[in-house]
C-alpha cells in the first residue's frame, strides 16, 4: 500500500512539473498570443461589420419606396442588424452576421431585377459602398481564420489541451461565408408575359432563384412593378402566388359562380 501511494504521489510530482513548470509557462504564454491575435483580427472585422450595418438603414428607406410588398423582408433586414448590436461574443456576432448576410443578398439581387431600383443612382451608390465592404470582410476574413487555424491547432494538442483546460482558453470560431452565398444566382428574363384578372392585367418581368428562394417581377394593373416570393398575397389583383418557377409563376384566384357561391382556380404566367 505503502509503494502504491508513493507511486501516487511521484506521479502527481511529475504532472505538476509537467503542467506548472518552465514549458507549460512557455505554452501557456504562447497560446494567450495567439488568441490575443485572434481577438485583434476580428476586431478589425467588427469595424467592417458595423459599417456594413451602418448602411442598413440607408439601403431599407430607399428600397421601400419600390417595394412595399416586401415589407416582411425588409423587417427582416433590420431584425438582423440589431441582432448584431446586441451580439457580446464573437461567435455570437458571427452568427448573427450570418442572418445579415443572407438579408442583404436578397437586397442586392432586388437591384439586378427591379427596373427601378436599377435606375435609382442613390441605391446604386449605396450598393457600391457595400459591395467595397464586402470585399474587405473577405480579405479580413481569411487573416481571421488563418489565426484561428493556429490558435486551435495549439488547443487541439495534446500538451496544449491541459494547459488550454487550466488557463480556460478555449478554440477560437472560424467565420466562414454562409453556404449559400457561395452559388451564384440565377436571373432570368424573357419577353413580358401578361394575364388578366378580374381586377387588371398582371404582367411578369422576370424570375430568379437564389439558393431555395425564388422570386418574380410582376407589373401590377396600376403600372408599379413589384418582386413576389410564393405563399405572397396581391390584394390588387386578388390573388395569391402559389409557386414560382423558370420563367413561369402560378396564382391561385377565389372566384364566385352566379349564385355566390366561391371557388377557386389555379392560373399560370409563362414566358
Known amino acids: 500500500m505503502k509503494k502504491l501511494i508513493l507511486l501516487f504521489l511521484l506521479g502527481g510530482i511529475v504532472a505538476g512539473a509537467v503542467m506548472f513548470g518552465p514549458g507549460a509557462i512557455s505554452q501557456f504564454d504562447e497560446l494567450v498570443r495567439l488568441r490575443e491575435d485572434t481577438n485583434r ?45 446586441r451580439a457580446s461574443s464573437i461567435p455570437d ?18 437591384g439586378q431585377i427591379h427596373p ?30 488563418s489565426s484561428v487555424s493556429s490558435l486551435n491547432t495549439q488547443v487541439k ?11 480556460k482558453i478555449e478554440e477560437g470560431t472560424y467565420y466562414e461565408p454562409p453556404a449559400e452565398s457561395k452559388g451564384a444566382p440565377v436571373v432570368r428574363f424573357s419577353p413580358t408575359a401578361t394575364t388578366a384578372f378580374n381586377a387588371g392585367e398582371l404582367q411578369l418581368k422576370g424570375t430568379m432563384k437564389s439558393g431555395d428562394v425564388r422570386h418574380a417581377v410582376l407589373q401590377l394593373p396600376d ?34 359562380d352566379s349564385t355566390g357561391k366561391p371557388s377557386t382556380r389555379e392560373v399560370r404566367i409563362r414566358q
Do not use: C
Not at 442598413?56 to 441582432?83: C, D, F
Not at 464586402?134 to 481564420?145: K, W
Not at 494538442?157 to 488557463?167: E, I, N, Q, R
Open 93 to 110: 456576432k458571427i452568427k448573427a452576421s450570418y442572418e445579415a448576410e443572407r438579408q442583404l443578398r436578397s437586397l442586392s439581387l432586388w
Open 223 to 256: 403600372g408599379r412593378e413589384v418582386v413576389v416570393t410564393p405563399g405572397m398575397e396581391i390584394k390588387e389583383a386578388s390573388v395569391r402566388v402559389t409557386s414560382i418557377e423558370d420563367s413561369e409563376i402560378t396564382f391561385q384566384q377565389t372566384v364566385y
Open 157 to 167: 494538442s495534446f500538451y496544449g489541451s491541459m494547459v488550454a483546460w487550466v488557463g
Open 41 to 85: 483580427e476580428w476586431a478589425q472585422i467588427d469595424v467592417l461589420l458595423i459599417r456594413r450595418y451602418e448602411l442598413i438603414p440607408r439601403l431599407v428607406a430607399t428600397v421601400k419606396g419600390y417595394a412595399e410588398h416586401e415589407q416582411a423582408t425588409l423587417n427582416g433586414i433590420a431584425e438582423a442588424y440589431s441582432g448584431y448590436t
Open 116 to 145: 427601378n431600383l436599377k435606375a435609382d443612382t442613390h441605391f446604386l451608390k449605396l450598393m457600391e459602398e457595400l459591395s467595397e465592404t464586402e470585399n474587405r470582410i473577405a480579405e479580413q476574413r481569411m487573416r481571421y481564420n
